[in-house]
């Protein structure tokens, strides 16, 4: 029997009624939409755009069908509670950031952080202490986080309220979670995950343990980003009692906006109910087709695909299949002129590109034509004859370790951004305390957090990363040539 629908029910009910609407929003099921918009997306997404009438639900104090769905969703994910975020995975890290610490409270949180999580640091004035996950130096990718790692951080700290961790990374590389839960359960604090890229997880034997399995206290995932929900649309799951429930609850009703998309609710719902129905079936055609890709490519002179063996020689417990990055250093190109150079010549579009990799993110929605298209752009681009001369700061990367700064941390983030503040030449940054958030995006980890002090090495790690194309996201600048530092 199919796994029942009950947003998607709702909303086709509603829709079966053919009820006169004299409530919001103004399209009315699209009859004033202007003709732009209907002819892009046809008249279907504005007829199930509502909001909260009878026979839909409230999501601030659900009592019907998205009671119904997280329910659903909990059984699903192996949660004992869930919750739908629609204001993506950030506003559920930022809630749970809320739940766990109170201002001036210490948080264990991981260099690699997404900035959601400095939002929900800079939202709770809680004292952020800073671990570092393993970095690879010869591509320049964070690794695993190891237990280890966690340990020493909590002797120094034993005041922390909760350890927040990343996994699996952007490039789908997992730590040791239940080794870690272990440590941090020995202090009786919360583990929260950031499982923004591992919705998936759980689902199949040869993919990594969910987090939750792990012995994560608290997750949020990324429904939209690798399974099939609209974006924007996440999920939070809360397994046992190590994180107040209720303060989490309260947290959400801050954060998430008041008039719910049932557009949104209704792709989790259906992400859901395909997981449950398929998730086994989806997750093999991707690792069938994954693997097909990494075998293409192991033959290609001048490219590098990491694969399990290699992350577990360097401390991690697994690689999510679905994430295939493609490492260009030897063929002498940036992973920045190798993504615009598939798109210009191949029309094709990867997830992320950075100084030396490409990350392909691959789902069952992917065909096997389009994985022989792209194994034929990288063939191609491999092939260039002359490929271009690297830019003087791309050598001067090559010449050093490259792997982000650690910087003093001189107030809590919420100090820093309610102090008054200056923009300054970046340049003259040296020395001053950072009064924003600076951060490449994607993968959106922050280079530097408000209240930390800057350095000469981090001001010439922005220059040069600026000076190579890279996106930056959190500062007011958008060319980053200035930083607001405190008065
Ligand atoms: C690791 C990680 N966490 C959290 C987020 C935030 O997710 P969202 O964009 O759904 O708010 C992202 C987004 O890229 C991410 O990569």
Known sequence: MPSPLPILDALQRYQDRKTTRFHMPGHKGGREAGSAIRELLGEKPFLADVTNVPGMDDLHQPGGIIQAAQELAAQTFGADHSYFLINGS?????????????????????????????????????????????????????????????????????????????????????????????????????????????????????????????????????????????????????????????????????????????????????????????????????????QYLRNELDSLPGVFVFDEGWVKERGAAGLDPAKVTVTVKELGLTGLWAESWLREKYDLQVEMSDLFNLLLIVTAGNTRADIDRLVQGLKEMAAVESPPEPPPVLRAVLERACQPPSLPLVCTPREAFFHPAVPVPLEQAVGRVAAETIASYPPGIPLLCPGERITREVVEFIALGRDLGLHFQGQQDPAASCLRVLV
């Open 90 to 290: 950030s506003c559920g890290l930022m809630a749970l950031m809320m739940a766990c610490c109170a201002p001036g409270e210490e948080v264990l949180v991981p260099r690699n952080i997404h900035r959601s999580i400095l939002s929900g640091i800079i939202l709770n004035g809680a004292c952020p202490v800073f671990y570092r996950p393993a970095y690879d130096l010869d591509i320049c990718i964070p690794l695993a986080v190891t237990p280890a790692a966690i340990s020493r951080a909590l002797k120094a700290h034993p005041q922390a309220r909760a350890v927040f961790l990343v996994n699996p990374t952007y490039n789908g590389i997992v730590s040791d979670l239940p080794a870690i839960a272990e440590v941090v359960h020995g202090r009786g604090i919360p583990l929260v995950v950031d499982e923004a890229h591992g919705p998936h997880l759980g689902f199949h034997e040869q993919y990594p343990l969910r987090s939750l399995e792990g012995g994560a206290d608290a997750v949020v995932q990324g429904t939209h980003k690798l399974l099939t929900a609209f974006t924007q649309a996440s999920m939070l799951h809360l397994k046992g009692e190590r994180v107040n429930r209720d303060r989490l609850e309260q947290s959400l009703k801050v954060l998430q906006s008041t008039s719910t998309s049932y557009l949104l609710l209704a792709s989790l719902d259906a992400a859901r109910g395909e997981m449950a129905e398929r998730g086994w079936e989806l997750l093999e055609r991707t690792r069938v087709m994954a």
